[in-house]
């Protein structure tokens, strides 16, 4: 069996099914990475599963194997800890199991940090637009930990979730606002009625929020191509459909072999 080779120092509940949890590696150091970036986290099937789990999907023979899936870092690239910033799946292999760990637990970490889904092939001149869904603001918190407030361009974070409760990092992220001109948050929620002290802000799918003209409001420019580097983390329809309407305005999918504006990050 693969040892455990990492304890947990830190669980914030952040809502009934999402959590932040730092990581620490037990007698070895995780190398300094890219903000963006992701690592494999992995705990034995035998381990146990939160109340909230339901019925899972698959079964697992084995009891010591490792069960393993990749999620993405949102601590600064030089921290001595390795935070994640996770959701519960009620009826997935790891998360129902990851919910169960407390400080002090032990789990296995994959050994650096990996993946294309960072700032490097983005020029410091070029504005960027960080859109996420749920979790899928977890890389940007790296990178904007990281260096990229650094960057001479505009910043801009457009982060959708069902409630205000599901907005992690809202509070670090209205802090950045206030700090940096060049720095803009944009939140919206699609379930209003279910906020107990009401939500006075936008109620709108980020697709219809985007085709609204957004960033012209927020910065008096359209972005184009040239000037905007877009990054997409989280539901894959919302990632298809924005794919789809940023290619109206001429952006096009970013890979190694054909570079283009728009940088994706499924999960």
């Known amino acids: 069996m693969n040892e455990l080779n990492s304890v947990v120092t830190q669980v ?12 620490k590696p037990i007698g ?8 963006g970036q992701f690592v494999a986290l992995a705990l034995p099937a035998s381990a146990e599963r939160c109340k909230d789990a339901t019925d899972e999907f698959e ?11 990749a999620y993405s870092i949102a601590s600064t690239s030089t921290s001595e800890y390795i935070e994640f910033y996770l959701t519960l799946v009620h009826s997935g292999a790891l998360t129902p ?12 970490m994959g050994k650096k940090g990996v993946g294309m889904f960072t700032l490097d ?7 960027i637009i960080l859109v996420a869904t749920g979790t899928g603001v977890a890389p940007y918190m790296s990178m904007l930990r990281s260096d990229a407030l650094k960057r001479k361009g505009k910043i801009m974070v457009v982060h959708g979730a069902a409630n ?25 929620i699609t379930e209003p009625e279910k906020e107990p002290a009401g939500w006075s802000g936008d109620t709108r799918f980020i697709e219809k929020i985007w085709d609204d003209g957004l960033a012209q409001k927020k910065w008096g420019f359209d972005p184009a191509p040239e000037n905007t580097s877009i990054f997409l983390c989280g539901n894959p329809r919302m990632i298809e459909s924005m ?24 999960f």
Do not use: C
Request: glycine content about 6%; hydrophobic content about 35%.
């Open 164 to 188: 205000s409760w599901d907005l992690g990092y809202s509070s670090e992220l209205q802090l950045l606002q206030s700090m940096f001109d060049d720095f803009t948050y944009y939140p919206t």
């Open 97 to 108: 199991r990851l919910f169960s760990l407390n400080i002090g637990d032990k789990l296995w």
């Open 121 to 127: 092939e983005v020029p410091a001149e070029k504005n």
């Open 59 to 69: 079964k697992h023979e084995d009891p010591d194997k490792l069960i393993k899936r």
């Open 243 to 266: 794919v789809n309407l940023l290619g109206k305005d001429g952006f096009k999918e970013h890979n190694r072999k054909e570079p283009g504006q728009i940088h994706v990050e499924e």
């Open 28 to 35: 070895w150091e995780f190398p300094e990475f890219k903000g």
């Open 12 to 23: 914030l509940q952040v809502s009934p099914i999402m959590k932040i949890m730092r990581v």
